[in-house]
């Protein structure tokens, strides 16, 4: 397979005088990364661009990938990374301009053997992360010029994204293809509690702390015995189970729970949160691991999960207090790690669940009160 052809735009003019800036006021150590899961994440996934490739899906590379390493090269400290990543993702994703548009949500090789968006639709669980990191580099970092960008990705994922259904407000997926006769298909696992709280200490004025009220509103009704479904429908009379996705719970909602794991411990919607989806915690512990996928309805669960979702499960098994689903799914990691990496093959998606639940595991981050993030 060719390579991919780097974006053609040119990273702005203040970027490349940072990274020079950076270059003579550090030493050479300090662009070094003491994370070694992040630095074989990287060396397997991303590319020296900045590009983030996804190797089991025809090489692709989709804007919540470039968030997610985005927010993993801040945690790292790994500041030539970051600047890559965002270049990448800003010249080919965002026509050049992440202030002015939001990102398309998948680049790849099209049916002409040319590489580029392939879908432009935005996906706002990636917008909201590269909001989110982007006003922690530039408080953490102290660059006013990555928090003007923050805060205009956030005006334009509030005009776009959010949408009030009835007594809730809602996160749409993305601007196209989520509304329809039969309701809002939505996805729970898009809205980081922590994110919300800190958004909406930013901007008070904005639609954050509507959007958390009402996903802890709807999260009980969704997950009745804490399975939380990967997508459902807002109708008129309240959220329905997904037609579409069969009403399962997997590869998405495991997410939630370690949203949910992230905590803060001391904020009552963290703990609200956890009383919701602890029941989950039961039906792991009867099979004695997790499964693959489960059913909000009642339904057996079936399959038997890839070792992300162990990773994922890690915060949240420590956060209600099941010491020992926590100790289990960490031996079953050690097991399935080769390396840094996870698997055979080393799957992206795992890696991913990874550096988030071993990283907080290991206290490389922490969430703050209000959710800013936290740094050894």
Do not use: C
Not at 80 to 105: K, V
Not at 155 to 165: L, S, T
Not at 283 to 290: D, E, K, M, T, W
Not at 292 to 306: L, Q
Request: hydrophobic content about 45%.
């Amino acid at each position: 397979m060719r390579a991919p052809r780097p974006g053609r735009r040119r990273p702005r003019l203040w970027r490349w005088l940072s990274l020079i800036g950076l270059a003579m006021t550090l030493p050479s150590t300090a662009w070094a990364s003491n994370w070694p899961a992040w630095e074989q994440f990287a060396s397997a996934y991303v590319q020296n661009d900045g590009r983030v490739v996804d190797w089991t899906t025809e090489a692709r590379s989709i804007s919540e990938g470039q968030a997610y390493a985005l927010f993993f090269a801040l945690v790292a400290q790994d500041r030539d990374r970051f600047e890559r990543i965002l270049t990448w993702t800003e010249n080919n994703l965002a026509q050049g301009d992440l202030s002015q548009h939001l990102p398309a949500w998948l680049w790849g090789l099209d049916e002409h053997a040319r590489w580029g968006v392939l879908d432009p639709n935005p996906a706002a669980d990636a917008n909201l992360w590269l909001a989110y990191t982007l006003l922690e580099a530039a408080r953490l970092w102290r660059r006013s010029d990555l928090h003007d960008t923050a805060v205009a990705l956030l005006d334009r994922i509030a005009e776009q994204e959010v949408q009030r259904a009835g007594p809730e407000t809602v996160l749409l997926p993305g601007p196209q293809g989520f509304v329809s006769a039969a309701g809002l298909r939505l996805n729970p696992s898009y809205w980081p509690p922590f994110q919300l709280k800190y958004l909406a200490s930013v901007q008070p004025d904005g639609p954050w702390q509507a959007l958390l009220d009402s996903y802890l509103r709807l999260l009980p009704d969704l997950s009745p015995g804490g399975r939380v479904p990967d997508w459902f429908l807002l109708t008129e009379v309240g959220p329905r189970l997904d037609t579409e996705s069969g009403g399962a719970g997997s590869y998405d909602a495991i997410r939630v729970y370690l949203w949910a794991g992230f905590g803060p411990d001391e904020l009552p919607e963290a703990q609200q949160l956890r009383r919701a989806l602890a029941p989950y915690a039961e039906l792991v512990r009867a099979i004695g691991r997790p499964p693959e996928r489960w059913y909000p309805d009642g339904r057996a669960p079936v399959g038997i999960a890839p070792p992300g979702f162990d990773a994922a499960l890690v915060p949240f098994f420590a956060a209600i207090d099941a010491p020992d689903l926590a100790q289990a799914a960490r031996q079953r990691l050690a097991q399935a790690r080769v390396g840094d990496l996870l698997g055979v093959p080393a799957r992206y998606y795992d890696q991913v669940l990874s550096l988030f639940g071993e990283g907080y595991d290991q206290r490389r981050f922490r969430f703050g009160p209000d959710g800013r993030l936290e740094l050894p």
